[in-house]
């Protein structure tokens, strides 16, 4: 008799900075979430979708829960607690080698309202002495009822497989929702935009604070063989367009050279990438420009 094939959404939740994005890559084998070591990178639900003969995960990689700053922190954290309530599994991840810090008592005050069980996933195991887990683990165990709690290092892939047999054990029964080969739902201008934005936060380092938003403006097939894309950095103040552009443009020559290289990988094809950088003061607290920006309204 055939097995009966289970899909589910599952969402991964936690600090800035606990590895969600490095495991979502790990785990779909396609750099489909940006990664950098500045919290608050992943600004929308990027979906990553492992599609294996008996199961279908479905990923939802959530803005950091945290307590919002502005307009942008507001939509960020609605998203965050709106998504909860909508998946059948919840994968609450922390740092192995930060251990309890207080993000995690505010993300654990609103896991109280939610049905879906949660697992603790315990991150970055290889940072750590084995010797050092078990007390960590006591520690939130006595915090929250998690359904269960597993340790991983989503960097070198251990333990991942095992987490993903516990999952598969919780998703409902249900249809494969997208083909084998799809990988994420969100268009490839979001995954271009993002791609741009990592490359920015990567190569200013502290000098360029999160206060950044990629556009796309322009995507033109001119040949056979190549995308010519036009893309605009916005930026909120004046003195970090010139960080941005660097000396004789070199500095957004470098990000648009890098940039250009992981949207190569994604396109499967030649790439012409321009970069523009606009300033447009205080565009967080402003919702027209949260639109513009690719913030939908009805998530607000």
Known sequence: MEMNHKSGFIAIIGRPNVGKSTFMNHVIGQKIAIMSDK???TRNKIQGVLTHKDAQYIFID??????????????MVKIAENTLNEVDAVLFMINADEGYGKGDQFIINRLQRVKSPVFLVINKIDLIHP????PLIEKYKDLYDFEEIIPISALQ????N????????HLPEGPQYYRADQVTDHPERFIMSEL?????????????????????????KRD?????IQATVITERKSQKGILIGKQGSMLKNIGKNARKDIETLLGTKVFLELWVKVQKD?????????EFGFSKDEY
């Open 39 to 41: 919290p608050q990178t």
């Open 196 to 220: 741009i934005r990592e490359k920015v936060l990567q190569l200013t380092r502290e000098e360029i604070p999160h206060s950044i938003a990629v556009v796309i403006e322009n995507i033109e």
């Open 62 to 75: 959530t803005p950091g829960i945290h307590k919002p700053k502005h307009r942008l922190g507001d939509f």
């Open 157 to 160: 892939g251990n333990n991942v």
């Open 131 to 134: 010797d050092d887990l078990f």
């Open 162 to 169: 095992h987490l993903l047999e516990v999952l598969k054990t």
């Open 283 to 291: 565009w967080r607290n402003k919702q027209s420009q949260l639109h």
């Open 224 to 228: 056979s063989n190549a995308i010519f």
